[in-house]
Nanobody
Framework: QVQLVESGGGLVQAGGSLRLSCAAS????????MAWYRQAPGKLRELVAS???????NYLDSVKGRFTIARDNAKITVYLQMNGLKVEDADVYYC?????????WGQGTQVTVSS
């Protein structure tokens, strides 16, 4: 059984920064991909940033230059450094991972940005 546990969400003023963390635990032989998504009420979940096992990184256009995804392979943890936060970035952020060909999700962490 694999679990993803997120942390780091909270309330920040526009222009501020937050760092999200997602730690994977359980029986893990191969991590194919780790990513961050976000979802607002009534909207589809959208991909914010992803990183594959070979280091390929992809960002949502609206966060390019502000957000950075990074991974600590030894800790099986993925981070999302979010700088220059905007009100429109406020959402529930979810960690997603493909491990051994199976998709897993974290429970989500709330990011609130005040104007």
């Amino acid at each position: 059984q694999v679990q993803l546990v997120e942390s780091g969400g909270g309330l920040v003023q526009a222009g501020g920064s937050l760092r999200l963390s997602c730690a994977a635990s359980g029986i893990i032989f191969r991590v194919d991909r780790m990513a961050w998504y976000r979802q607002a009420p009534g909207k589809l979940r959208e991909l914010v940033a992803s990183m594959t096992s070979n280091g390929f990184i992809n960002y949502l256009d609206s966060v390019k230059g502000r957000f950075t995804i990074a991974r600590d392979n030894a800790k099986i943890t993925v981070y999302l450094q979010m700088n220059g936060l905007k009100v429109e970035d406020a959402d529930v952020y979810y960690c997603g991972a493909t491990i051994g060909g199976v998709d897993y999700w974290g429970q989500g962490t709330q990011v609130t940005v005040s104007s």
